[in-house]
């Protein structure tokens, strides 16, 4: 049994991002199911914001909150003090700051469109018996999300965000655009830094592998990907 167990769903890109994290580190970790759509006394003993996911130590604690932690940003910071090596965060300050900006512009930005309006348009219609609100995927496609992707593209350093390393910044903006990838054709080559980055962060194991797990369960349900043109 490992010391650290992630509670979620590997559809969650918050999620796939902590797993990344994980898998980047090289950190042996247990994963359990855990849905905040029939949640259970567990769940809301663990995750004050009703939110997936959740990450416990057994080390700190082994039932109830403690050696819980909920939030991914925060479950992020946990595992680069417990784990610094390969390091996550650049070193200099500025940087530092500058990457803790682009996490947070990928999970308060980016994600209730490319999750929000374009994934759960999609799939949590299909997960209700209806049809899937392509309209409301498209608009967040085409009038939502463009200037976000022109900024995330501006944003790029060569290969990653920050010079020569993968950072949270690489592994947050990749899951959450990838959460938009699991249901919809999304075609990226008008931002062509971002483009790249894409292709090349999800050819890593930490990025490929999680995602692996999503497709599957989304297929299930979605075999084709929606044109959002
Ligand atoms: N800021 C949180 C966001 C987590 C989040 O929104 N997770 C979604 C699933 S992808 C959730 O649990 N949503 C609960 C709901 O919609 O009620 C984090 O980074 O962990």
């Known amino acids: 049994m490992s010391d650290l167990v992630v509670y979620g769903s590997p559809v969650s890109p918050f999620g796939r991002k902590v797993e990344a994290t994980l898998i980047e580190k090289g950190i042996d970790y247990d994963f359990e199911a855990m849905s905040f759509i029939e949640p259970t006394e567990e769940f809301l003993t663990i995750s004050p914001l009703r939110r997936i996911p959740i990450i416990r130590d057994r080390s700190v604690g082994t039932e109830g909150a403690q050696g819980t932690i909920a939030d991914s940003s925060a479950i992020c910071g946990f595992i680069e003090k417990k784990h610094p090596e390969p390091a996550l965060y650049p070193a200099d300050s500025y940087q530092y700051g500058r990457a803790l900006f682009i996490e947070e512009y990928s999970d308060a930005n980016l994600a209730p469109i490319a999750g929000g309006g374009i994934f759960r348009s999609i799939f949590f219609s299909l997960m209700q018996g209806k049809e899937p609100d392509v309209e409301a995927a498209r608009k967040a496609w085409h009038e939502k999300l463009p200037p976000m992707l022109t900024y995330l593209d501006s944003q790029i350093e060569g290969e990653f965000f920050f ?20 249901v919809a054709e999304i075609d990226l080559s008008p931002w062509p830094k971002l483009a790249a980055h894409m292709e090349m962060m999800r050819q890593r194991d930490s990025i490929a592998e999680p995602y692996e797990k999503a497709e599957q369960f989304i297929r299930n349900a979605l075999p084709e990907r929606i044109s959002l043109a």
């Open 163 to 182: 010079g020569g390393q993968v950072t949270v910044a690489d592994i947050s903006v990749t899951c959450t655009l990838m959460q938009a990838m699991l």
